[in-house]
């Protein structure tokens, strides 16, 4: 090709670019987002606005202003907690541990429907001091959840299956995890909310 052919298909290449781009967003294809980009957890669409008041706790009070301004990654206990419960408490740990600074805007809580005997006390204490434990937990969280869980309920999930949930500032439980979910996969997620969370933001 001589140089002034190369110049024409130049400056027709530079005028058509444009027109492919607009012709480009008008597409799906457009829209598509990369998987890196998309919610690991199940989204809880609207949100649900979670009741978490005052119960006990060893005898001492404990209420949601504990909590107030921070995101909450909230696990529902099983009935009996072995091995596989605790194990979670430790990934649970884990996640928070990997979320470095941010971790000032998280707190980790771990809901049961019952009291909590002094074993499992000391074994939760061991694992992390940060955790917040709620005994007894109001009857009225505990149902919002079973609720969000049977909401979510089918190609992915089973109800009953949703133990872990993330709670943004405002108390509203905005994504839920399996009792499979990664704890890799939890940590990406939180990574992002707490990055681009308001009060994470400086002035």
Do not use: F, W
């Given at each position: 090709m001589t140089r002034q052919q190369i110049t024409l298909l130049s400056i027709f290449a530079l005028f058509l670019a444009p027109v492919l781009l607009v012709a480009l967003m008008s597409t799906s294809w457009w829209a598509y987002q990369p998987e890196g980009f998309s919610n690991r957890g199940q989204?809880?669409?609207?949100?649900?606005?979670?009741?978490?008041?005052?119960?006990?706790q060893d005898g001492s009070s404990v209420s949601a202003t504990a909590f107030a301004g921070k995101w909450?990654?909230?696990?529902?206990?099983?009935?009996?907690?072995?091995?596989?419960?605790?194990?979670?408490?430790?990934?649970?740990?884990?996640?928070?541990?990997?979320?470095?600074?941010?971790?000032?805007?998280?707190?980790?809580?771990?809901?049961?429907?019952?009291?909590?005997?002094?074993?499992?006390?000391?074994?939760?204490a061991s694992i992390s001091e940060e955790m917040h434990l709620l005994a007894m937990a109001?009857?009225?969280?505990?149902?919002?959840?079973?609720?969000?869980?049977?909401?979510?309920?089918?190609?992915?999930?089973?109800?009953?299956?949703?133990?872990?949930?993330?709670?943004?500032?405002?108390?509203?439980?905005?994504?839920?995890?399996?009792?499979?979910?990664?704890?890799?996969?939890?940590?990406?997620?939180l990574k992002r909310l707490l990055k681009w969370s308001v009060q994470d933001k400086t002035p």
């Open positions: 989204l809880v669409q609207p949100p649900v606005a979670l009741p978490l008041g005052q119960r006990q909450l990654l909230l696990y529902v206990m099983p009935e009996n907690c072995q091995r596989r419960c605790t194990d979670d408490i430790v990934s649970l740990r884990q996640v928070y541990k990997a979320t470095g600074r941010q971790g000032q805007h998280l707190a980790i809580v771990l809901l049961n429907r019952k009291q909590v005997d002094n074993e499992l006390k000391s074994k939760i109001p009857a009225e969280t505990l149902s919002s959840l079973l609720q969000i869980s049977s909401d979510l309920a089918g190609e992915k999930q089973q109800a009953g299956t949703i133990r872990t949930y993330v709670v943004d500032p405002l108390l509203n439980v905005v994504l839920a995890y399996g009792e499979d979910a990664s704890p890799g996969d939890i940590n990406k997620d």
